[in-house]
């Protein structure tokens, strides 16, 4: 039904965003292309949040342009953003889902069978029925990756997903999205735990000061980082 607008390849041209006198994104130019999973990674502050707010068009570029499949300002049909915290509709996780398949245009009598199959796939099948705020921090972040999965999207965008969660729950987390990953969902996400880019990325952006300073294969970035910053990050060191 959607099949001829692509929200990939993902370019941005030139990028700047600018707030007051203040420079959080410098010139970024880059492309996101299908394939395996970006792990954006770099220092609090270094301007991670920022850069998947413009990649999602969430927030506009003060200098450049951002595109999607070579479009610019595109509704957001075929790309979805999770943050640290979801936020959940007071009501139950099945109506969750049932919401956010109604804004991406599912018929109405198709969305009960698809809320079920995407409880399935994020392992809520029995919770569907409980109310969405009384879920544990690690459900309703699986229950946000259901509703984002629910607009069908080419690229998910992730910022730092699992950033409160405890072990066993960034577990879950980081098991949906290597599922949707492997069925062809280009994932960028914004990490600052190594152990995950590890787990995860196909390749590393590493993000200093507003810059993209490096972009690399993740074994590469993590074995031989190729600048200082990088290597005092991976050292552990703190880079401001
Ligand atoms: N709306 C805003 N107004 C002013 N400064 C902001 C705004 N959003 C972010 N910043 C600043 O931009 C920098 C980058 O922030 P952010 O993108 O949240 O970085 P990260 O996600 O890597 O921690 C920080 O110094 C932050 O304080
Ligand atoms: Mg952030």
């Keep these: 039904m959607r099949a001829t607008v692509s929200d990939l390849p993902l370019v941005l041209d030139g990028v700047s965003l600018q707030v007051g006198a203040t420079t959080i994104l410098a010139g970024l130019s880059l492309s996101i292309t299908p394939g395996a999973p970006t792990l954006i990674v770099g220092p609090n502050g270094s301007g991670k949040t920022s850069l998947l707010r413009l990649m999602m068009g969430l927030a506009a570029p003060t200098a450049g342009r951002v ?20 936020v959940m509709l007071r009501r139950t996780a099945a109506a969750n889902v ?28 029995d919770l569907g029925q409980r ?58 996400m914004a ?15 590493f993000m200093v000061r507003g810059s993209l300073r490096e972009r690399a294969a993740a074994a590469d970035f993590l074995d031989r980082p190729s600048t200082p910053e990088a290597t005092a990050f991976l050292r552990g060191d703190l880079v401001i």
């Design 98 to 125: 049932a919401y956010a398949l109604s804004q991406a245009g599912t018929p109405r009598n198709e969305r009960a069978g698809r809320a079920a199959a995407l409880l399935e796939r994020v392992g809520l099948s």
């Design 131 to 188: 109310p969405a705020r009384k879920l544990s921090g690690g459900e309703q972040q699986r229950l946000a990756l259901a509703r984002a999965l629910a607009r069908d999207p080419e690229i998910l965008l992730l910022d730092e997903p699992t950033a409160s969660l405890d072990p066993a729950a960034t577990r879950g987390v980081e098991e949906i999205v290597l599922m949707a990953a492997q069925s062809g969902i280009k994932i960028v």
């Design 191 to 205: 990490s600052h735990d190594l152990g995950q880019v590890r787990r995860l990325a196909g390749e590393v952006m």
């Design 67 to 86: 595109s999607w499949g070579g479009r610019t300002g595109s509704k957001p049909v075929r790309r979805a953003i999770l943050f640290q915290r979801p």
